[in-house]
């Protein structure tokens, strides 16, 4: 901290502080006004919005022009046309795709949300992997399996960049992300808040956290999650979290599990809802499965699974039923 007000006090600088995620870091990075010259600019980016409430002292004299605190920019998702511009120029070397993979190239960038990090990441991921083909090879073959991919989860570099803000997470708190990833995304919060604190989660402290560390936003009273957040929280639960089937929000695995009626402890939560994505960039439609309210639930399928939590299901014919089907579900649990 002496040095840098040593060497910069008399110079004007431009300084730009990456990633920050303390308010610590920027208090020992750029404490006061007066450790810089007069017309100095210090530009920081941070996922944790505490940061920007970092209280930073000025000088005792008045400088002219000079702002009183932290100015605030909330960097916004790319516009279609940049986002396919920048997969190109990482693919392809140029502004626009080859010809016959227009299509592909706009449904890459879709389906991660336009997400810089990502784009620029899968951009060469394909743009080596294409150059490594014999000649022989699909390359076309290769862009429809990296699109497979994305199903399972971001890429690690992505995985590994977005994973920081997850992990400063305390745990009850990662348990109401991971709930919103699976299950709530552009969801009411109304009644998962009530499930949440039933479960000690201290939701409004947590969505508080998720909120402040950017990994959701509440919009019109609803969750929003960028699709490359989702896709990590869905990551987590089906690749690093303790019981894989903790959380099922796959319709087709929902309905199996329920069938076998076969004892297990580890589910948390159950969806009886398929979701679908929609060709226009970032938009999540949760549609009722083609068979969802087909499938009758008996108290026995319920009872194999003594620690659920949130059972989530669309149709009528089956909210007609619900009171009866728990007051049997209950019985059979001794309760």
């Not at 969505?207 to 969750?223: A, H, M, P, T, Y």
């Not at 009528?316 to 089907?325: D, E, P, Y």
Request: glycine fraction near 6%; include cysteine; hydrophobic fraction near 35%.
């Amino acid at each position: 901290m002496n040095r840098i007000k040593r060497v910069c006090h008399t110079k004007k600088v431009l300084i730009v502080l990456d990633d920050l995620d303390k308010q610590e870091q920027l208090k020992r990075l750029a404490g006061k006004s007066d450790w810089f010259g007069s017309g100095s600019r210090i530009i920081f980016t941070t996922r944790n919005l505490e940061v920007l409430k970092t209280r930073v002292e000025s000088s005792s004299e008045e400088v002219p022009n000079q702002p009183k605190g932290i100015l605030a920019y909330e960097v916004h998702g790319m516009e279609l046309g940049h986002a396919l511009q920048l997969f190109c120029k990482h693919t392809f070397g140029r502004d626009s795709p080859l010809e016959g993979y227009d299509h592909l190239a706009k449904e890459i960038v879709c389906r991660v949300g336009m997400l810089p990090l990502a784009i620029e990441v899968i951009g060469s991921h394909l743009y080596y992997q294409g150059s490594a083909l014999e000649q022989h090879c699909d390359n076309q073959k290769l862009w429809e399996d990296t699109l497979k991919q994305l199903d399972d989860g971001p890429f690690k570099d992505v995985r590994d960049a977005l994973m920081i803000s997850y992990e400063g997470l305390e745990i009850k708190q990662k348990e109401v992300f991971l709930d919103i990833a699976c299950f709530f995304t552009y969801k009411n919060q109304a009644y998962p808040v009530i499930m949440w604190d039933d479960c000690n989660y201290h939701p409004h402290s947590a969505i508080n956290v998720l909120c402040l560390r950017s990994l959701i936003k509440i919009v019109d009273n609803e969750f929003w999650m960028h699709d490359q957040v989702r896709d990590l929280g869905r990551y987590i639960i089906l690749e690093e979290y303790p019981c894989k089937y903790s959380r099922v929000w796959i319709h087709e695995d929902a309905v199996n599990l329920l069938e076998k009626k076969e004892r297990n402890e580890d589910v948390k939560a159950l969806s009886l809802t398929s979701c679908g994505y929609s060709c226009g960039c970032n938009v999540v439609r949760e549609e009722l499965a083609f068979d969802g309210c087909n499938h009758k639930i008996v108290p026995e399928e319920l009872a194999a699974l003594p620690n659920l939590r949130c059972l989530k299901v669309q149709g009528l014919g089956f909210l007609a039923t619900l009171r009866k089907l728990f007051q049997s579900y209950l019985g059979f649990l001794g309760r």
